[in-house]
């Protein structure tokens, strides 16, 4: 039997924005048992009750090959990294941790003949130099930041084990993540998770980008579902080695608060830039994924609305859900009542 039809699938850094979520998807698809999460620190306790956890560095390499090899793991998906906004925070500790993880799993996939690994990139690997309105897949990659220079060697390197030692790595330059699951991580972009929670809590937000700052985003239940396509994808119809571009909308802070706004008009936003601006300055504000979607048939389910109305509906209280819940079958009437 393929060891891909029966998989042991661990998840580094499962306590992460991704991971909490991709873990419940893989989980959900594979079974409790079939996926280890994994992270440097202890789990909450429902990742525990969800499924086997165990605490793990993967800077130690030798304690991830224990585990590879005990387990028999035949998956890896290699999420533990420190963002970008962090990252210009301690840039040596992000070097270490984002590349020298990585190279630890490729040589444990490697050795062991794990049969995939996935490893998320970012559009941090494009810099000011990139086209800004639709970049392309192959497109100039002079990242600004440590996290974006991180990302583009890891790109490289990936590429370097599939050519050379034909290990299956596949990769997503994801955008912006929002997700009503997981809290803020330290990312640019992620003004657009606390937007929601301070709405909610105090009708108020203090953006630290400009309003006008418009930068590609993409819903967290798009995101899993376009990494699990991804993984299940046949080879052969995969052109990409480095990290697929991946675009699911792109929005400003400004558009964002206009929407929130629609369900709870008395929300205010003020804005106090900080050094997190310059870096997504040097981000593209749409992104040309039309490779993924020849490939494997991506395809994003959520544009603005739909993604505020969604996360509103989980953050928010019983009075908001019916507000919302009661929206959507006004929609979904007028949809099945229109000609044609």
Request: hydrophobic share 40%; proline share 5%.
């Amino acid at each position: 039997m393929n060891k891909l039809n029966k998989p042991v699938i661990l998840v580094t850094g499962a306590c992460g924005q991704i991971g909490t979520e991709l873990c419940a998807a893989l989980r959900k698809k594979y079974g409790s048992s079939a996926v280890i999460a994994t992270d440097r620190m202890a789990a909450s306790g429902q990742m525990q009750r969800e499924g086997p956890y165990c605490q793990l560095d993967v800077l130690k390499k030798y304690d991830l090959e224990k585990r590879v090899m005990a387990s028999g793991v035949t998956q890896i998906y290699h999420l533990a990294a420190m963002l970008s906004a962090t990252g210009e925070q301690q840039p040596q500790q992000a070097w270490e941790v984002n590349m020298q993880g990585l190279l630890h799993v490729l040589e444990v996939a490697r050795e062991q003949q794990v049969c995939q690994v996935f490893w998320p990139s970012s559009i941090a690997v494009f810099g000011e130099h990139a086209l800004p309105a639709c970049c392309p897949q192959h497109s100039v990659t002079e990242p600004a930041t440590i996290y974006g220079i991180s990302k583009h060697a890891g790109e490289l390197w990936c590429k370097y084990y599939f050519d050379n030692y034909g290990l299956d790595v596949r990769s997503i330059r994801y955008p912006g993540l929002i997700s009503h699951t997981a809290q803020p991580g330290g990312g640019t972009t992620d003004y657009a998770v606390d937007i929601f929670h301070q709405a909610l809590k105090t009708r108020t937000y203090t953006c630290f980008l400009k309003e006008s700052t418009t930068l590609p985003m993409l819903y967290m239940p798009d995101a899993i579902r376009a990494t699990l396509e991804l993984m299940a994808a046949p080879a052969e119809s995969l052109s990409v080695r480095t990290g697929y571009n991946l675009w699911g909308m792109s929005f400003s802070p400004k558009e964002l608060a206009e929407q929130i706004c629609r369900y709870l008009p008395v929300f205010q936003i003020n804005y106090q830039p900080d050094a997190r601006q310059r870096i997504a300055d040097s981000w593209p504000t749409g992104i040309d994924d039309r490779l993924a979607r020849r490939d494997w048939g991506w395809k994003e389910q959520y544009d603005l609305p739909a993604m505020v109305a969604d996360m509103l509906y989980n953050l928010g209280d019983s009075d908001l859900k019916r507000v919302i819940g009661q929206g959507q079958k006004e929609k979904e009437a007028a949809f099945v009542g229109s000609p044609g």
